[in-house]
């Protein structure tokens, strides 16, 4: 299984990650970092990239019990999602909680990796 979970769309970059945004918070995630990497490139490096946004989305309730089970965890936090112009479309991918989580902390983990996969999964299905 991969890393991430990854979603095409035929919309405008604009409207995919606004259509995130609403979905993510069906499932209790908030956005508590944003980074334009497309305005970073071009600030810092003089160079021209697609729009390429990262969003660091957080589920409190999940976010706890994670770090009650391990405190260091915090490095795998939050969840990343991004978007990125694909083409006449848009690309919207995550990073796979079942393949990061589980893999690096063992079972554990394994119950609060899933819920939140299939968290992040039902965001996918619905855009």
Known sequence: MAYYIA??????????LEKLTEELQKEGFGIITEINVRDTLKKKLDLDF?????LGACNPNYAHQALELDDKIGVLLPCNFVVQQAGEGTEV?????QETMSKLLGDG?????????RKVQNVMDRL
Not at 7 to 16: I, N
């Open 7 to 16: 979603k095409k769309m035929d919309v405008g970059f604009s409207e995919a």
């Open 50 to 54: 697609r729009p390429y946004v990262i």
């Open 93 to 97: 991918f995550a990073i796979n909680p």
């Open 109 to 117: 983990i394994k119950e609060i990796s899933d819920a939140i996969t």
